[in-house]
């Protein structure tokens, strides 16, 4: 039987569907971060929430604590970098039944880890204990990022036009998303046997992607779209930063998918659709570049594929 994200308990259209009802009230929420232009100045603070999701089950089966926090990170600086937002500061929410003091530690010097990566500063938390509410030995996190950006440089993806090309940066493994699927497919022995690949923190890009936007927006934008692949990966996040009558072409040939995903697909007899929309297969993060400029930038970038392109036509993303 085929398992799909939402048998796994996860429902990426309702998801979408709750985004579409705010934005009917809050039109300039959607994007990567949000958007705080700053009176009087020529820069905005541009913000990100999110929690490293239920890897942290992993973590607790493992009893290894120490890497859920770059996960917390990533996951809100690797959407910030994606307007072409600097990390300024990050803020953590640890909550949990009881505290224990040695787990708690570990998880914070991941969080250090990951800011030290991003270059942003850790300025504060907050710890909460409630009984009764998370199961003894466990806690869920949360994180709060802030950056800043010039207002003339921002890269929302208005610009993307036919003719440009797609690269894909390598991931670490599947991040910090699909892991109810994941758990769903693999047994707890598979996830012990895989948990170097499962457990491996996510990719933080902040530094090479800032350098390459220096070097390739610095007289004119070239880098003119970036997407962090997470929950609804090509199909969702690529589309999220799309203009209207465009649409990008992936090709899945065009990169080695690691065998992690491959076996989570086999196991789970999992659709091509639904394992693209679900997992990131390998491709952490997407840049949409100028075709003049896109062999230097992957030539700049460690690591990148050209892995499709842009054409004309009805808004979204077509996997070949």
């Not at 929690?51 to 990170?73: P, Q, R, Y």
Request: net charge positive.
């Amino acid at each position: 039987m085929s398992i799909a994200y939402k048998k796994a308990g996860v429902n990426i259209d309702a998801g979408n569907e709750l985004i579409k009802r705010i934005k009917k009230k809050l039109p300039k929420i959607g994007g990567f971060g949000g958007l705080f232009p700053i009176n009087g100045s020529k820069y905005s603070l541009v913000s990100s929430a999110d929690g490293a999701g239920t890897k942290l089950k992993l973590a607790f089966l493992l009893n290894k604590h120490d890497t859920v926090g770059i996960d917390l990170v990533a996951m809100n600086v690797n959407d910030l970098i994606c307007v072409g937002a600097k990390p300024l500061f990050f803020l953590d929410y640890f909550a949990c039944a009881k505290l224990d003091v040695n787990q708690a530690e570990q998880v914070i010097k991941g969080i250090s880890k990951g800011c030290k990566l991003s270059n942003a500063e850790l300025v504060g938390g907050e710890t909460a204990e409630m009984p009764g509410f998370y199961k003894d030995g466990e806690y869920d996190l949360a994180g709060f990022a802030v950056g800043i950006v010039e207002k003339n440089k921002e890269i929302n993806g208005t610009k993307i036009k036919p003719g440009d090309f797609v690269i894909g940066l390598p991931s670490s493994g599947p991040h910090s998303n699909g892991y109810s699927l994941i758990r769903k497919v693999l047994s707890d022995v598979q996830i012990k046997e895989y948990s170097k690949q499962l457990l491996a923190p996510t990719k933080i890009y902040a530094k090479e992607i800032l350098s390459a936007i220096s070097k390739f927006n610095s007289k004119k934008q070239n880098i003119v779209g970036i997407a962090h692949i997470t929950g609804g990966s090509f199909y969702d996040k690529i589309a999220r930063i799309l203009p209207p009558n465009i649409k990008v072409v992936i090709e899945k040939s065009s990169w080695k998918v690691p065998k992690i995903f491959e076996l989570i697909q086999k196991q789970g007899a999992i659709s091509d659709e639904d394992i693209y929309r679900t997992l990131n297969m390998g491709i952490g993060m997407v840049l949409i570049v100028r075709p003049e400029v896109v062999l230097n930038v992957k030539k700049f970038l460690k690591g990148a594929k050209i892995i499709g392109y842009v054409k004309k036509g009805n808004k979204g993303v077509e996997l070949i």
